[in-house]
Structure formats: structure tokens, C-alpha cells
């Protein structure tokens, strides 16, 4: 199996006359002013990994050899391998995986180190320092099989992160096309409502949506949320899933998600929280009742986010009545918390990976992502606060008291994201969670570590310090992780620190209230 050249996807005709073929359906524009049959156009999947016959072989060599006759200085060398570099070698591992370019690769070449890539850069365990074996059982790979569907989607992430990296176009194509057919299947078992295995189709839908991270463009930093939209049609489609395929934290996860989601794009209250009017007095109760309190306030602050898009009658009062009303709780819900949510905060001489030596110590790896989601209410509701009291013609001492608090909340929220980022998977020497925490996620948290980092960066009064360092760390995790999100996020924060105007929304909320219109008192 070989890959000589650049093939084209045309129609057999417009290639034999060497015509731009518009590859329209069902038949292309040159033969249908030819008034032709158009034969159809080939799949890009099969001409990636394909038999060429000798012919073409043959071909292909004859025309190296006549490109070589031509050159008069060319010197004959024994080839020798390209020594590991920073464009074709997989950082992080004792026996560097290099990927040599003048060599083809068979899709199982190209499979391994997309899964290394993934297992040592993104899963919530580290093997950097074992053998890996694509059929080991480890925790992500515990529904992977060499033809399985989940496998596409796993390879996809650990390829276009690679890519990234190594900067290397093919990998990002073959990434791009086991993306596509993770897609349609995921599309096809939710339209066709093949639950199997729905904990592996879940899975799957996750690692979509990382993938639009990690592939993510200019101006789609949203984009991965796309995929909430299809774990939204499962649960919704519940009653015909067996109720042991779900568990809590799979619960805890899609509504910290949508509201995520919402922060980021804003508009009507989303549909995926709709179905927690009837949840909520079943899941406020157990061991996990202190995050589902958490989740209810926030929906609620959802829900006033999507009031005030909607133009309600209300004053600009009562809106900072409501929010900080919502502050209120929010500040009593931290009060309330059992210690294995907690965390201590540290100091260390080590400034590289904390917060200028500061970073927090958690006792469980799913606290520090429910922190994540704390502090990210908090700030988004304290800068509501701030903002529409700053509207008000003549606010009162009060108002003008509150706003100050406020703003001091902002910074200090701000600061706490950045100091909980050590342990989340970026930086390994402050990651200070247990060996035998459980139960153990089976992704770190480095991604959802982005949009919290892009908020604390673009935050109302925050140091050009502060700012500064969430750029830097962003920068970091798209060079060592090849998640591109990153950079879109970085933008976002300069532009932010560009256009810094107390008259307009503060960035932060722009998306959640950007048709809201100025308030008076």
C-alpha cells in the first residue's frame, strides 16, 4: 500500500482532459455542458489508504528518476533515518515515536501514535513511562477495539493534536477523516436510536467535541458545544435507554456543560436544562448534593441571563437584587461544603507551574472541576452586578458599596481560577492528587480548563499581570497539547484588553447579553 502523490477526487472524465471539475451532484457543470454521463467522483478515504497497481508505481518512479537526471549536482547517498525533531517525534516519551516522512504509513502506523499522543497528553493517567499496546485495557481505551467506532474518535483527537504539534498537514487530514466517520456514526445511532452501548456512544460524542477543540479555527471557539446538542438527544430519549448505562458523575458533567455552554454563546434558556425542574428534588440528595446545589444556582442565574435577553420588564434594580441574591448563595454554598471538596491553597519557591508560587491543593479530581465551575458563576455573576450598577443614573451608597465588592470579587475569583490550573493536567510537577484517588475521570481537565482561564484573562479590573500569565499559559497548552482552542482564546483576551470600555458590556458577558440594552434607575 503506497501513497504517490496528490490524487484528485474529480470525475474520470474532467481528469482525463484535465478539466476543473466542480464535483457537483449529481453530476459535475463540464459534463453536463458536454452533455455527458458523469461517472461520479471518488471517496477521499479510499484514495488516502488505497492498493495502487504497478502501473502507477511505476509511473510515479520514472518521474523521480528523470527530476533526478536533470539535476547535475545531485550526489547518491545511503538514506538514514531522520534524527527525532521537534517536526516528526512525539514529545514526552522515553522511546520517541518518529514519524519519517519519505516513508508510507499504513493506517495502523498512523493509528499508534495518535493513541500515545492522547494517552499521555489527555487521559487522567500517564503512561509515558510504560510499553504501549493499543490493546491494553486502560481506562479510555476500555471499549476500544481495533475496528470500533469509538477507536476512530480517539485516534481523530490524538492525530489532530499531533498534527498540531508537528505541524504536520497529512496527520490532520487522516485526523479529519476518522473524525468524519465518528460523526456519522454517532449521527446515525441517535437518528436511528441504536442504543447498544450508550456509556460508549456518550464517550464518543466527548471526544467530538474535544476534537473541535483541538481543531478549533479562527472565530469557532464555540464550536465544540455543537456536540451537547446530540448527548441532549439522548438523554431526552432516555426512557428508552436502560437507567443503569447512566451514572452520577455522567449527570453532574452534562449539566456543568450546558451551563458552560451558555456562558459561551448565551440565547433562550438552553432545552438541555429544561428536564432539571423534574430532577431536581431526586438529585439533591446523597453524596453528591453539594454539587447539585451548585447546579441549581447556576441554572437559576441561566435563567436570568435568558430573561434579560428576552427584553423582560424589569428594572436595572432588580436585576442587582437578583444577582446578588444569587452571590449571596453562591458564598453560603462554599460555607456548606464537606471537606473532600475543599482545597488548600499553597505557596511554592517553584514559580513555574503555579500562579506566581501559588496553587490549590484538591482532595478528589472531580473537585477541582466543579471549582472551575464555581468560580466561573461567581465571576459572571458579580460582573453582572458591577455592570448594571454602573448603569444606574444615581446609584445610592449602597449600590455604589456593592459595586466595589464586586469588582474585588472579580479579582480575586480571577486569581483562584489561575491558581487551580496546577493540578488540572497541564503542569506535572504541582499535579498533587492521590495515587489512589477515586473515582478517577478518565480525561484530565485541561479542557475544561480554557473558557474559565479566557474569563479570569478578560475579567473587569484584572492586572496586566494577571492577564499576562493566563496568555502565557494558554500559549503553553497549545504548543505542548495542540489544542488550538487555545489560541482562539488568547485572542479573545487581547481583544478584550483592547477594547476595555466601562460604557459597553464587560467581555465576559458580551455573549450571554450582548442585545441587552442600556438600563436607568
Known amino acids: 500500500m503506497t501513497f504517490c502523490g496528490r490524487p484528485s477526487q474529480n470525475c474520470q472524465r474532467c481528469r482525463q482532459r484535465r478539466l476543473r471539475c466542480d464535483r ?86 498512523m493509528e499508534i501514535p495518535g493513541l500515545q499522543f492522547f494517552v499521555h497528553h489527555f487521559s487522567s493517567r500517564s503512561w509515558a513511562d510504560e510499553d504501549f499496546s493499543p490493546g491494553q485495557q486502560y481506562d479510555v481505551f476500555r471499549d476500544l477495539d481495533k475496528e470500533s467506532p469509538f477507536r476512530n474518535a480517539v485516534v481523530s483527537v490524538g492525530l489532530a493534536a499531533l498534527s498540531n504539534v508537528n505541524r504536520d498537514c497529512a496527520l490532520l487530514n487522516v485526523a479529519r477523516q476518522r473524525y468524519g466517520v465518528a460523526l456519522r456514526v454517532v449521527r446515525n445511532s441517535i437518528e436511528a436510536r441504536r442504543y447498544e452501548n450508550v456509556a460508549v456512544l456518550l464517550k464518543m460524542i466527548v471526544m467530538l467535541a474535544i476534537f473541535e477543540m483541538v481543531d478549533s479555527k479562527p472565530g469557532t471557539f464555540n464550536s465544540w458545544t455543537t456536540h451537547l446538542t446530540g448527548i441532549a438527544a439522548l438523554v431526552n430519549q432516555s426512557p428508552h435507554i436502560p437507567a443503569q448505562q447512566f451514572d452520577t458523575h455522567a449527570e453532574i458533567w452534562f449539566y456543568l456543560s450546558a451551563i458552560a455552554n451558555y456562558f459561551q454563546s448565551g440565547g433562550p434558556f438552553p432545552v438541555e436544562l429544561e428536564s432539571w425542574a423534574t430532577q431536581r428534588t431526586a438529585l439533591l440528595t446523597g453524596a453528591t448534593q453539594s454539587v447539585f446545589e451548585l447546579v441549581d444556582i447556576l441554572i437559576r442565574f441561566v435563567g436570568l441571563c435568558a430573561n434579560l435577553q428576552r427584553h423582560e420588564e424589569t428594572t436595572a434594580e432588580e436585576v442587582i437584587r437578583e444577582a446578588v441574591g444569587l452571590d449571596i ?28 508560587g501559588r496553587y490549590h491543593v484538591y482532595q478528589s479530581a472531580w473537585s477541582p472541576r466543579v471549582w472551575n465551575h464555581y468560580q466561573l458563576g461567581r465571576l459572571l455573576v ?140
Open 382 to 521: 458579580n460582573e453582572v452586578i458591577a455592570f448594571y450598577i454602573s448603569q444606574l443614573r444615581e446609584p445610592a451608597v449602597d449600590w455604589i458599596v456593592q459595586k466595589e465588592l464586586s469588582l474585588a470579587v472579580i479579582n480575586q475569583t480571577a486569581a483562584d481560577i489561575c491558581a487551580g490550573i496546577a493540578t488540572q493536567g497541564l503542569f506535572s510537577n504541582h499535579d498533587t492528587l492521590p495515587s489512589d484517588c477515586s473515582p478517577r475521570p478518565l480525561l484530565k481537565g485541561i479542557f475544561m480548563t480554557i473558557y474559565p482561564l479566557t474569563a479570569a484573562g478578560s475579567a473587569t479590573g484584572v492586572s496586566d499581570q494577571l492577564r499576562n500569565w493566563v496568555n502565557q499559559t494558554l500559549q503553553m497548552l497549545a504548543d505542548r497539547t495542540g489544542i488550538r482552542q487555545a489560541l482562539e482564546a488568547i485572542r479573545r483576551i487581547q481583544d478584550a484588553a483592547a477594547n476595555n470600555n466601562q460604557e459597553q458590556l464587560p467581555a465576559a458577558l458580551r455573549a450571554m447579553l450582548c442585545s441587552t440594552p442600556s438600563w436607568s434607575g
Open 24 to 109: 457537483a451532484r449529481p453530476a459535475c457543470s463540464p459534463c453536463k455542458r458536454a452533455k455527458e454521463e458523469c461517472a461520479g467522483y471518488r471517496e477521499e478515504t479510499s484514495l488516502l489508504f488505497r492498493n495502487e497497481n504497478e502501473r502507477i508505481i511505476r509511473l510515479s518512479k520514472a518521474a523521480h528518476a528523470r527530476s533526478a537526471a536533470k539535476s547535475q549536482t545531485a550526489v547518491r547517498r545511503p538514506q538514514v533515518p531522520n534524527a527525532p525533531t521537534r517536526d516528526n517525534t512525539i514529545p514526552g516519551f522515553g522511546n520517541e515515536v518518529v514519524l519519517g516522512r519519505s516513508m508510507p504509513l499504513t493506517p495502523l502506523d
Open 329 to 356: 448563595e453562591l458564598e453560603a454554598w462554599v460555607g456548606r461544603l464537606p471537606s473532600e471538596w475543599t482545597f488548600t491553597t499553597m505557596q511554592s519557591a517553584d514559580i513555574t507551574g503555579t500562579f506566581y
